[in-house]
């Protein structure tokens, strides 16, 4: 049965490269939007809303064994009014079904299929189906809605109030004083989950998770908890070595299926990679282990060469498969791998793994990972260390010649505003700590290229840029990470344009997204269309929850514009999460850095005079996690107020009360915390 169909559906004019992929189905996909849910109403039909995003292997499946297939496609559109979601772009649709999924099945995941009422509550839903399950359901649904419509009316209800309840955060009175008694409650059950032998937590499939790190990285630095600490390195140090790094291209893949971060699941996701950049960035501040900075820079090298848009934003995604095979452009056999690198062969398959029957499931075929320690092979080969290091560099640059020539995976090319602020905030770590001025000029120009073009006529912002457009109004996460990277672009280069910028789209947060009856934000702005809940997004997962960011990013304004309101309102939050973190740490560390810092107090640091930017350069030496820093030579900030001279001069400030200033950064860190 012929899979492609000559008319494409409504989704030919979407942005998006994952509903473009659903274009030519014979199913009549709609965007959701008025269109679609107008028809839904006017004909009294069911939504069947499917949702997924363009890296999602088994997304694709069923695209192939059912939405491709007419006699599926039949049942499809005689019944349903048929919507396709990318999740990445309209995560506030993603939320509230995925939630509904949980509800009626205890789980979740991608492809998301749910059946809704013509007025958009869900009814049924599930993930992956089989073709023939996938047809028998769709027609005992329909049915059910023919025949014995309040049956599922009486569905909708009980789900929607279901929905409508869930995350409910109610103001919580603060505790009197946060305590080091706290951390050790929230620590003590985490460690139990560390895999001491291969980093990461005691499970399978493994995710980086590079907020939990970040966390524990200061937690065990601060409080100087060895354990912690070392648990920290090795976890960073293992991933960089495994299947789930690209050896050879840089940058991580999203997730290891085993527990070995040995074989990858093949996608490589922005918002992964711009979070492990700054946390191998703050590992390398803090250790000076060279391994760690190889990491980041490799990984930005590949960022550069193969996400950034012609505009200078980012990209979301590689897709996993390419020639319709996961993995096939990132592996090797022995045979090809040799005659690549021919005398240095033998050395570099130890160093990389490569065996002739292949190291994982797909026979012959090897995913580059380091097994061996360096030391080992220097001492195995008789070689010293810049030999080592030399042929390394040469055989990554034959092999990635040979690459280069292959069938690329798919390209996700839409630019998300969340997702570009993560990396500009990575790409801000990265020039502070190497004193690296292209970062910070990349970095710049794509925050300056967001305020300029992909702002709402009202202050506001979009969340997608695409061949030239902003269509979909944004979300929280989308405020959180871009204001997060204006102020890591402050503390670079001292201009105030940036803490301005900052400043307005968190009043444009606090006008849009409150909720009267809760310290958090909605996730959707007041001026979004509305759904049939508005919900808040709470839990840190492998991206940091947008009210945890938001909470800190109002803690770090309110400091250095001295707005009270901005730093009770971050008080305010974390003292509502502050019950559930020590029942599940992981769930919740960007809170958990929120309370390490409420403990540990932030260190405001002050810079002024003609000496300033050498001053920053010597204070980035040294790792502080718990600080702001400002400066420069005029400035409208209060904590800079009356401090302006040509004399360079060091203020160390903590919970309204400064020191002296003084004249070296060894002397300022004598006064830090």
Request: glycine share 6%; with cysteine.
């Amino acid at each position: 049965m012929s899979n492609t169909h000559s008319e494409p559906n409504s989704l030919i004019n979407a942005s998006s490269p994952y509903l473009l992929q659903h274009a030519y189905n014979p199913v009549h996909w709609y965007e959701w939007g008025t269109e679609a849910l107008e028809k839904a109403k006017v004909e009294n039909k069911l939504i069947l809303v499917s949702i997924g995003y363009s890296a999602c292997h088994w997304c694709h499946v069923m695209e192939r064994e059912s939405f491709e297939n007419h006699e599926v496609a039949e049942v499809m559109n005689q019944h349903f009014v048929c919507i396709k979601v990318d999740r990445e772009e309209r995560p506030d649709i993603d939320q509230i079904y995925m939630y509904a999924i949980q509800l009626m099945t205890g789980s979740g995941g991608w492809p998301l299929n749910c059946i809704c009422l013509p007025d958009q509550r869900p009814i049924y839903g599930g993930t992956y189906f089989r073709k023939n399950d996938w047809i028998n359901i769709l027609e005992n649904v329909a049915a059910l809605w023919t025949n014995e419509p309040d049956k599922a009316i009486q569905y909708a209800d009980r789900l929607t109030s279901g929905i409508k309840d869930s995350e409910k955060i109610i103001p919580s009175p603060k505790e009197e004083e946060y305590t080091e008694a706290h951390l050790t409650e929230i620590i003590e059950p985490w460690k139990r989950h560390f895999d001491i032998g291969f980093g990461g937590y005691n499970r399978a499939p493994k995710f980086p998770l590079p907020n939990n790190w970040a966390f524990l990285l200061r937690y065990g630095f601060l409080k100087d908890d060895e354990s912690v600490f070392t648990a920290v390195c090795h976890t960073l140090e293992e991933m960089s070595r495994g299947g789930i790094y690209d050896q050879t291209g840089g940058g991580f893949a999203r997730y290891s299926v085993d527990d070995k971060w040995h074989v990858p699941h093949f996608e490589k996701m922005l918002y992964d990679n711009a979070q492990l950049i700054s946390l191998y960035i703050e590992a390398y501040q803090c250790t000076k282990f060279d391994s760690f900075k190889q990491t980041a820079v490799e990984s930005i090298d590949w960022v550069f060469k193969e996400m950034t848009s012609p505009d200078g934003l980012f990209y979301s995604a590689l897709d996993a498969d390419s020639e319709g095979v996961e993995g096939k452009f990132y592996v090797w056999d022995r045979q090809e791998f040799d005659s690549i690198l021919g005398d240095d062969a033998k050395l570099l398959a130890d160093y990389y793994n490569v065996t002739t029957d292949g190291n994982w499931e797909e026979e012959q075929t090897n995913i580059l990972r380091k097994t061996i320690a360096d030391d080992d092979l220097i001492e195995k080969y008789g070689i010293n260390a810049a030999t080592l290091y030399d042929k390394v560099q040469s055989a990554k640059a034959k092999l990635i010649e040979v690459r280069d020539k292959r069938i690329r995976p798919g390209l996700d090319d839409k630019c998300l505003t969340a997702w570009n602020g993560m990396m500009i905030k990575a790409l801000a770590d990265a020039a502070t700590v190497l004193n690296h001025e292209l970062y910070y000029s990349k970095a710049a120009a794509a925050a300056k290229f967001i305020l300029t073009n992909v702002k709402t006529k009202n202050g506001g912002l979009y969340r997608n840029f695409k061949n030239g457009k902003a269509s979909i109004t944004g979300f929280l996460d989308d405020y959180a990470f871009l204001i997060e990277a204006l102020i890591g672009l402050y503390e670079y280069d001292f201009e105030e344009y940036w803490l301005t910028e900052a400043k307005a789209l968190a009043d444009y947060v606090i006008t849009n997204f409150s909720d009267p009856d809760s310290p958090m934000f909605f996730y959707t702005s007041a001026e979004s269309e509305s759904l049939i809940a508005r919900k808040h997004e709470i839990m840190d997962n492998v991206i940091p929850a947008s009210n945890s960011t938001m909470a800190q990013n109002l803690k770090k304004l309110g400091l250095l514009f001295d707005v009270e309101a901005y730093i009770n309102q971050a008080d305010e939050m974390l003292a509502a999460i502050f019950p559930k973190i020590k029942t599940y740490g992981s769930a919740y560390s960007n809170w958990a850095i929120q309370l390490l810092n409420e403990i540990q107090g932030i260190n405001e640091i002050a810079i002024v005079g003609l000496e300033t930017d050498a001053i920053k350069l010597e204070l980035s030496n040294h790792y502080i996690p718990n600080k702001i820093t400002l400066g420069g030579t005029k400035s409208n900030l209060p904590l800079l107020k009356g401090k302006q001279s040509n004399e360079t001069k060091v203020y160390i400030c903590r919970n309204k009360v400064c020191q002296l200033p003084v004249k070296t950064v060894e002397e300022a860190l004598a006064y830090l915390h």
